[in-house]
């Protein structure tokens, strides 16, 4: 009796142990998916942070460009 309760027992296992071994590997691939999506983010990011710094140095160098301070002699005071 208590053969053919395992018997069944163990039948019974290979279905859900393959369940939740491709439960943990659609896991694994969206979490990989994931992890790629947050590296090309990052390297928008970056990309983003390298642009408006070179616009600010372009802005910077046109500011000092049309700047002209008027001079102003010191022996005349």
Do not use: C
Not at 15 to 41: S, V, W, Y
Request: no cysteine.
């Amino acid at each position: 009796m208590w053969f053919i309760v395992g018997i069944v027992g163990l039948s019974m296992s290979v279905p859900i142990t393959r369940i939740i071994t491709q439960h943990l590997q659609t896991m694994a691939k969206i979490k990989g998916d994931l992890i790629q999506n947050e590296i090309e983010l990052e390297k928008l990011k970056q990309q983003n942070y390298i642009i408006e710094t070179e616009k600010m140095k372009l802005e910077l160098k046109k500011m000092q460009l049309e700047y002209q301070p008027e001079k102003i002699e010191l022996s005349k005071v």
